[in-house]
């Protein structure tokens, strides 16, 4: 089995001598999975923020997720998960069908907890289809020291991406960690829930989720104290922001970057635990929009 490596990079390297070269796994410290279809890359963002939502202090929390494209029903998802003044962990297991692609995903990470800060240990994600996909990272700190992709990588993938390099696996979390650090930072102060960035590398390629209010605070507060919905949410707009590993003009990264309509993710307003759940999601892609819900019982 063989991975892919950043070329080391310093002040004496000629810019296009940074590369991505092939190594033997047993040696990689970093290796990036192969490249999924358009609907599959929509599909793994919708699952890494609902991670953000079952986190109960001192006890294990489940949520239920319900994703559908145009009305018609994509995937459900199961996600469990703990987290107490000095260590979090979470599991996902989603099943998913998209015409032509169907299968289940689990995805696994334990970390240790300091106040609002996150640090990831241990992270897999593994997509039960046919052929079977995993990617499994572990960390020091916040830098991602060991990443294993199974099955190889195509001897082309790294052709027309932007070139990942070290520092792009370094401060980083893994998609489950970032979203729950998300989530746990907006349970920290109502007023700021939605003022936060989350710097995400998923093995693949690494890019940045930035939440902000989805309207200026004083119209949120009245648009809140009037809300109809039961119980009234927090209304956050996300903007997908990509760095390294992607294709500039690959379509799907084009329609999360250039469409008018952001991410919009509702937080509930009451505390569950240390953090605000995610109650609904909604995700706009070139194919029409990708609605998620929470709810407490598994869907129907």
């Known amino acids: 089995m063989y991975c892919l490596l950043p070329k080391p990079c310093d002040s004496q390297s000629p810019e296009n001598d940074c590369h991505i070269s092939a190594m033997p796994a ?38 239920f997720f319900d994703m559908r494209y145009a009305g018609i029903r994509i995937a459900t998802s199961k996600v469990t998960g703990s987290i107490d003044g000095n260590s979090f962990r979470m599991s996902l297991d989603s099943d998913y069908s998209l015409v032509i692609y169907s299968g289940t995903v689990t995805g696994r ?20 289809s046919d052929p079977e996909y995993s990617t499994k990272i572990e960390y020091d700190g916040t830098t991602a020291r060991k990443i294993v992709i199974e099955p190889p990588l195509e001897p082309n993938w790294g052709d027309g991406r932007v070139p990942l390099k070290p520092e792009h696996s370094q401060n980083v ?14 349970g920290q102060d109502i007023n700021n829930a939605c003022a936060t960035s989350v710097p995400v590398f998923t093995g693949l390629s690494r890019f940045d989720i930035v ?14 104290a009037k809300s109809k919905t039961n ?23 084009k329609a999360l970057t250039e469409s008018a309509s952001p991410i919009l993710i509702d937080f509930d307003v009451e505390l569950t635990g240390p953090v605000r759940m995610p109650r609904r999601i909604e995700i706009p892609t070139r194919f029409g929009t990708v609605v998620i819900e929470r709810s407490e019982k598994p869907p129907a």
């Open 26 to 63: 047993d040696q990689c410290d970093v290796s990036f999975a192969r490249n999924d279809p358009s609907m599959m890359r929509y599909l793994f963002l919708a699952l890494c923020l609902v991670c953000a939502g079952p986190l109960a202090a001192q006890d294990v929390g489940t949520a």
């Open 109 to 128: 990470v334990s970390g240790k907890r300091q106040g609002e800060r996150l640090t990831p240990q241990s992270y897999s994600m593994v997509s039960g």
């Open 173 to 186: 979390f893994d998609p489950m960690s970032a979203f729950v650090m998300a989530s746990l930072k907006a």
């Open 211 to 224: 939440l902000s209010p989805r309207q200026a605070p004083a119209k949120a507060a009245r648009v809140l």
């Open 231 to 253: 119980p009234p949410v927090i209304s956050c707009a996300a903007r997908f922001v990509p760095i390294a590993g992607h294709k500039p003009n690959n379509q799907t990264i």
